[in-house]
């Protein structure tokens, strides 16, 4: 059972920008870093941010992680047809010593 | 560069144990953790735990404790996920993932995954 919380869906036309929520609480996204993925099916997720808004080599900006005590969002701009994928926040939990992962948003491009 | 390799598919009965392994290269084994994630069918992913290829210290998720021991081989640049006692409900495509602490959750390099199917 996850312990942070993502919307199951959001959409939006090519070109536009849609945003992720992740909620959480002072244990986890409040005192620790987040970091974002992309799954596409049947794959393995990717990283797209770690440390709350850092992108690893090869990540366009289009992409972008911020943090706001117990909240962190991921934008992504100029959405793309490839943009389609299930993505994921995580964190560390102090309270459960644990890893843990977000319920998971599915992107659609409308 | 950087790859980790996982062993293929397995069907197992419930009550048995899998051991999954995956073959990193490309880096210093032993300057990173490896983490390992499942992802039942259709749902979200679940950590299950990490251990250092250095010292071999390990973190599991409480859930999992006295089920699952993780362990590595430094000789050969493997680490390995067993899992006893297996349910129905361990179904589910196992992960592992590149992670320099066990509190960092931001994985640059994951494996292909292994479906381990538990069924009578």
């Known amino acids: 059972q996850s312990v942070l919380t993502q919307p199951p869906s959001v959409s939006a036309a090519p070109g536009q920008k849609v945003t992720i929520s992740c909620s959480g609480s002072s244990s986890n996204i409040g005192n620790n870093y987040v970091s974002w993925y992309q799954q596409l099916p049947g794959t393995a997720p990717k990283l797209l941010i770690y440390d709350n808004n850092k992108r690893p080599s090869g990540i366009p900006d289009r992409f972008s992680g911020s943090k706001s005590g117990t909240s962190a969002t991921l934008g992504i701009t100029g959405l793309q047809t490839g943009d389609e994928a299930d993505y994921y926040c995580?964190?560390?939990?102090?309270?459960?010593?644990?890893?843990?992962f977000g319920t998971g948003t599915k992107v659609t491009v409308l | 560069q950087v790859q980790l390799v996982q062993s293929g598919a397995e069907v197992k009965k419930p009550g048995a144990s899998v051991k999954v392994s995956c073959k990193a290269s490309g880096y210093t084994f032993t300057s990173y953790g490896i983490s390992w994630v499942r992802q039942a069918p259709g749902q979200g992913l679940e950590w299950m735990g990490w251990?250092?290829?250095?010292?071999?210290?390990?973190n599991y998720a409480q859930k999992l404790q006295g089920r699952v021991t993780m362990t590595t081989d430094t000789s050969t640049s493997t680490a390995y996920m067993e899992l006893r006692s297996l349910r129905s409900d361990d179904t589910a495509v196992y992960y592992c993932?590149?992670?320099?602490?066990?509190?960092?959750?931001?994985?640059?390099?994951w494996g292909q995954g292994t479906l381990v199917t538990v069924s009578s």
């Open positions: 993932a590149r992670g320099l602490w066990a509190t960092q959750i931001d994985f640059d390099y």
């Open positions: 251990i250092s290829a250095y010292n071999g210290n390990t």
């Open positions: 995580g964190t560390w939990d102090s309270s459960l010593s644990a890893g843990g």
